[in-house]
């Protein structure tokens, strides 16, 4: 094997892990998500703690799915 291919092959062989890498870092549950997003929102203002949670629950859950809201009473 030439070097130059030698040098190809090992490219390819990054390619493909790097690729597979990205996937597996992305298939985080929404629950996962919305928790670690939510430990973020610490804030003294009940107001704002409960915007942030908001947010975090848009970024983490598609269009679509019912989420349990929580009871800041």
Sequence with gaps: ???QSFIVAVFMVFLVC???LESVAGQVSPA???DSCSM???NVDQRLAARCE???RIK???AGVKVEEKNLG
């Design 1 to 3: 094997m030439t070097k």
């Design 18 to 20: 790097s690729s597979h």
């Design 32 to 34: 996962e998500c919305e």
């Design 40 to 42: 973020g929102c610490i």
């Design 54 to 56: 908001r947010k975090c």
């Design 60 to 62: 983490c859950y598609p």
